[in-house]
């Protein structure tokens, strides 16, 4: 019995000790805005039930004490784990209006002083009308002998931008915003704009989110975001983002005809639904200036940063090396095509590898794009990888810029060569017929019989002669055609054209079938991309629309087969990242590419 006792003690001491050993932390936690005159809650929380002394508060000369400390703590045992938090909160008060930092608080837990976050309260004045709800002038509705009013100043949505005015692909931020005196219940058939002309990405708002207090015309009013997301326009011109709107349901407080005492002890409320809409916006792209735009620029537009390291400068041949170049920072990292590194003849080169890390935020997409260009050197020397350079135009100094990566020099030693065996026969000898050099003439009886012919001097000793021989001639004429053919690199990349696209074709129905949007398109790009890259013998890296157009031109491709293929080009990079695409438009635009590589395959001239 006592051994079972001294058991249970050493496991709730393990206990008290693992719950000890966890990292402590000290959370400072108040509303960021408050309202002159109304009571709010500091609280300070320690994710450990262990004592904890001389808490040292900031200073609080902006606000008025009302009551305080209050300590309240909490314990729990789950699935083995102990866990205890206790909190220290304060009532105060705001004493003036502004905006006021509160300062990091410390405490003594366990021997050692944690010092807290800061905060930054901001203090609203009082509202003009504190009885939000009374205000009459606007709809009033009636149930019994109840009556409710609100007015258009009460509850209102309203969509809010950075900006009105922005480049050509420059990135912009749309909240839509619900402002509100009475409560707010819900909220139901919420519509968006389809947002023409702009290329969209959603801002995923926290699941957590808090209703904040915001001042506008005079009044205090509860704030919630209802939808964020970043536009990026995609032509020049003047657009107007359509309204949205909503129902909401909301809670209004009653006023009485007839009051009886009870009036006086208790309110009385009513929930009502109101459809808001939020106005539309108009929005102005203004083009990318053409004076001192870069021949490198293809359409980035933000402010970004380039990085590039190889992994060695030393190798031996048949030994792969690999160039990483990073893009970092915030606009349009999504259409940021892929930098055309060039790796010297004597190197076998692979399609590189390109990983996006990437997020919105409320100035563009903001985060990496990584390119690894993996090659393989078949001969020995010394070679030099080129720079190569990347252009965008920088929103904030109104300018285009160019970055570009280092020159890489690069050794390559001979790699060990093939072993081969080599047998010798020269300590053969032939076989020697010893003392038996004199032989006797045979006196006995006899008979002469023909001697038969030797196979050398048979007809199937020279038909089996001649067939390998022949057979060899004709192999060495076949694949002597196998290798020049071969050697022509245009014409073994001209008959592999089809192929490569039918595959990729192949890919993109997959995608298609699965309503994979964004992985359609790209499907359907590279088909087109690659298949002109292979049929006119030009890296895809070279490859762009203009040069693509005048090569067409020079095959004798009819124009209107081009302008198809034009088109079909700008379908895809605009509806990449379109807002919303239908099946019956992906299952057009499968038909449409495999309709125009088909005409292609019979139109180019080889």
């Known amino acids: 019995m006592k051994k079972y006792i001294l058991f249970l003690v050493a496991l709730l001491i393990l206990g008290v000790v693992r719950g000890n050993a966890q990292k402590i932390t000290f959370v400072a936690k108040a509303p960021p805005t408050v309202i002159l005159g109304t009571p709010f809650q500091l609280s300070y929380v320690i994710n450990t039930a262990a004592d904890a002394d001389e808490l040292r508060l900031p200073d609080l000369s902006n606000f008025e004490t009302l009551a305080g400390p209050y300590t309240s703590s909490s314990q729990q045992i789950i699935n083995g784990q102990y866990s205890g938090s206790m909190t220290i909160t304060y009532t105060l008060q705001a004493r003036k209006l502004g905006t006021f930092s509160v300062g990091p608080a410390s405490i003594m837990i366990s021997r050692q002083r944690h010092v807290s976050n800061g905060l930054t309260i901001r203090v609203l004045p009082q509202d003009k009308n504190s009885k939000n709800n009374r205000r009459g002038g606007g709809e009033s509705q009636n149930e019994g002998s109840s009556q409710v009013s609100i007015s258009s100043g009460d509850v209102f949505m309203k969509a809010n931008v950075t900006k009105t005015r922005v480049y050509e ?45 915001e001042r506008y015309n005079g009044h205090n009013y509860t704030t919630f975001v209802l939808y964020q997301v970043l536009l990026f326009p995609q032509r020049p011109g003047t657009y107007d983002i359509e309204k949205a709107s909503g129902t909401f349901g909301l809670r209004l407080r009653s006023q009485r005809k007839v009051r009886s005492i009870f009036d006086d002890f208790f309110d009385t409320y009513q929930d009502v639904k109101r459809t808001l809409v939020a106005p539309s916006i108009r929005i102005n792209v203004t083009p990318l200036p053409t004076a001192g735009k870069p021949a490198t620029f293809s359409g980035a537009v933000g402010n970004f940063h380039m990085s590039a390291q190889v992994d060695k400068n030393t190798m031996k041949t048949n030994e792969p090396v690999t160039v990483r170049v990073t893009i970092s920072g915030t606009g349009n990292l999504k259409l940021i095509n892929t930098l055309p590194l060039k790796f010297p003849a004597d190197f076998e080169a692979y399609e590189p590898k390109v990983d996006n890390n990437y997020r919105p935020s409320a100035s563009g997409v903001t985060g990496t794009k990584t390119m690894e260009f993996l090659a393989i050197p078949r001969q020995p020397g010394d070679f030099v990888i080129s720079p190569v350079s990347f252009s965008y135009f920088d929103v904030s100094t ?3 810029k160019t970055i570009s990566t280092p020159e890489y020099k690069l050794h390559v030693d001979k790699g060990s060569g093939s072993s081969s065996t080599v047998v010798d026969n020269t300590q053969k000898e032939n076989i020697k017929v010893l003392n038996k050099d004199i032989r006797y003439i045979n006196t006995d009886n006899f008979t002469v019989s023909k001697q038969p012919e030797f196979f050398v001097k048979t007809y199937w000793f020279w038909l089996l002669y001649l067939i390998p021989l022949l057979l060899a001639i004709v192999l060495y004429f076949l694949f002597r055609k196998q290798a020049l053919d071969n050697a022509n690199m245009a014409l073994v990349r001209n008959r592999k054209a089809n192929k490569m696209a039918l595959k990729r074709l192949k890919l993109a129905s997959i995608h298609l079938k699965e309503q994979k949007k964004e992985q359609f398109y790209d499907e359907i790009l590279k088909a087109c991309w690659g298949y002109l890259s292979y049929k006119l013998n030009i890296p895809v890296a070279d490859l762009t629309k203009e040069k693509m157009q005048s090569e067409l031109v020079l095959h004798a491709v009819d124009e209107s087969l081009i302008n198809r293929y034009m088109d079909l080009l700008n379908t895809c990079e605009f509806a990449r990242y379109a807002p919303v695409t239908s099946t019956d438009e992906l299952d057009t635009v499968f038909v449409e590419a495999v309709a125009v590589i088909e005409a292609l395959e019979g139109s180019i001239k080889k």
């Open 398 to 400: 109104h300018s285009y």
């Open 169 to 213: 692909q420059e990135a912009f931020l749309v909240t839509y915003k619900l402002y509100s005196l009475p409560d707010v219940l819900g909220v139901e058939n919420f519509k968006l704009p389809e947002f023409k002309g702009f290329v969209m990405q959603k801002i995923d708002l926290p699941t957590d989110q808090r209703p904040q207090l």
